[in-house]
């Protein structure tokens, strides 16, 4: 098999396996190929990793943040010397083209582990002057042992945006992959260890939503943080809530794309493919509902479909020369298309595509359909796949209000060369990450997340530290003690 692992699981600094555990299979999504085989954590599992990064928290917490900083910017430093290989990995795992991962994967984990690694030694508290000179400070403190969950469409950078600030913090981690994709956190966790993180800090196991569950639940454990659906994200915070778990909830979304007919065309129909058709439009933030202004609609979807068909190229993954994959998997495949039929029934025009390749593997064609409305289930519902849906609008108080009327509130995006107007839209959007003039970019240095159903706190930049750490307060008393009696 192309890409075993040593073992399943990553646990206190080393492989280990349990075979006990149910097994299940990495399958190349290009072609069906199974690449590795694996076991889920069996509870032995589950308790050693918990036991593992509870022990070893209290002394990488007691390291100075420049000691741990450090570590992490080793981690990056060899992320990045391993790109190729670690791309091939992701590759394989999720069947991306390795043009995309090359570029995208373990880079931006490294991106995180960088930049985290430069903030860890920059994490003070305050001073706080009071009443007759007595005066209080406050300690950043980490939480303790926190539990990462991974969704399939970007394993190795979920792996770092989450590992990396939590152990910047002082935290320990015990990571679960989605059992889609549980090859590139091993290597994440690998790199960690080389790099001098000390046994128990990062560890990742393998399973599905059960060892999750399991996970979420221990009393070990002081913060979940998820990626994933809302669905998933309403049963996981239910779950972190007994306890009064910290959480953070990377979820799903159904992202407006407003573009004005003042818009340059290209940029416009560029901004467009990133929002719908990356990772084979895989992406939680995608502006998957695109209104376009009446008048422009015709030249957007000519456009639209011009470059589709004469830029798109399908194939292995692993051809650097090919720029779109697969589904992750065969039950993604299945769902994009049961969409896709929904659309064509409910009386959406399909531009282009809407079919599965007649390739092996579980290839969709992008997919473009026009004269979509507001209520049909394609513009309601999260499809996770490469269907990009036109809505017109006339008046941008109708298409605002449209815009928002959304359960979802991850990202939204405007193009318009209308400065004035750029700023009042992306100020009425409700949602969590907006765009002007661009789309689905999410550099390290912002914060990303999402508001409503999409999502509780933020990943990357300074605010996440606050959702991996805590204020310790101390009042320091400098006068005699008044009392009643
Ligand atoms: P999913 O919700 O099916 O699974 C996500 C993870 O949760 C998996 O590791 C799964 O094993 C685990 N899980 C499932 N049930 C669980 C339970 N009851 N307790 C604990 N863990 C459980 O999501 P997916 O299909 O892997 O990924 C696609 C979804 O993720 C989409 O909705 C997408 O929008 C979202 N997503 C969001 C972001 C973001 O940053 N907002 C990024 C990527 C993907």
């Known amino acids: 098999m192309r890409a075993q692992p040593t073992a399943s ?59 741990r900083g450090r570590i992490l910017r080793r981690a990056a430093d060899i992320m990045r010397e391993r790109n190729h290989d670690l791309s091939v990995i992701e590759t394989l795992d999720t069947g991306k083209p390795l043009q995309e991962t090359l570029v995208a994967d373990a880079t931006s ?49 979920i792996a770092c945006w989450k590992g990396s600030p939590a152990l910047a913090c002082g935290n320990s981690m015990v990571f679960k992959p989605s059992e889609t994709t549980p090859l590139s ?6 790199i960690l260890k080389e790099a001098g993180l000390p046994d128990g800090v990062y560890n990742v196991i393998q399973g599905r939503g059960g060892v999750g569950g399991k996970l979420i639940t221990d009393r070990r454990v002081a913060k979940v ?9 309403r049963k996981v915070y239910a779950a972190a809530a007994e306890g009064l778990r910290h959480v953070t909830m990377e979820l799903g979304g159904k992202s407006p794309l407003i573009i004005f007919g003042d818009a340059d065309l290209d940029n416009a129909v560029s901004g467009a493919i990133m929002a719908n058709f990356y990772s084979s439009g895989q992406v939680c933030s995608n502006g998957t509902r695109v209104f376009v202004e009446r008048s422009f609609r015709e030249a ?27 589904m992750v998997s065969q039950t993604q495949m299945d769902i994009v298309l049961g969409y896709i039929e929904k659309g064509v029934a409910e009386g959406a025009k399909l531009e282009c595509g809407g079919r599965r390749s007649n390739r092996d593997g579980y290839f969709i064609e992008p997919t473009v359909f026009s004269g979509v409305t507001d209520d049909m289930t394609i513009a309601r519902e999260e499809i996770f796949g490469p269907v990009l849906s036109v809505l017109d609008f006339d008046d941008e108080a109708e298409v605002m209000a449209r815009a928002n009327d959304t359960e979802f509130g991850l990202a939204a995006g405007v193009f318009t060369q209308d400065l004035t107007r750029a700023h009042r839209v992306v100020a009425g959007f409700h949602a969590g990450t907006c765009y002007i003039n661009q789309y689905n970019l999410a550099p390290v240095e912002i914060p990303f997340g999402g508001s409503k159903m999409s999502g509780v706190g933020r990943e990357n930049s300074k605010a996440a530290i606050q959702h991996f750490s805590e204020p310790k307060t101390v009042y320091v008393g400098m006068n005699d003690v008044e009392a009643p009696f």
Request: charged share 20%; proline share 4%.
């Open 300 to 326: 957007f979807v000519d456009r639209m479909v011009e470059r589709l068909t004469k830029g798109v190229v399908m194939g292995d993954p692993l051809d650097e020369a090919v720029n779109y994959g697969p």
């Open 9 to 67: 699981h990553f646990v206190n600094g080393r492989y280990v396996e349990d075979t006990a555990g149910d097994p299940f299979e990495c399958v190349y999504a290009a072609n069906g190929e199974v690449v590795a085989k694996l076991h889920e954590a069996t509870d032995a599992i589950v308790n050693e990793a918990l036991e593992a990064a509870k022990a070893a928290q209290p002394a990488w917490a007691a390291m100075s943040g420049t000691e």
């Open 225 to 233: 943080s998820l990626t994933g659906s809302v669905p998933t994200g």
């Open 109 to 157: 984990g490294a991106d995180a582990l960088e930049y985290f690694g430069g903030l860890a030694g920059t994490l003070t508290g305050e001073h706080f002057q009071l009443a007759g000179g007595d005066w209080a400070y406050t300690i950043r403190e980490a939480l303790g042992v926190c539990v990462g969950i991974g969704a399939w469409n970007y394993p190795t950078q």
């Open 185 to 190: 956190a091993l290597k994440v966790a690998e």
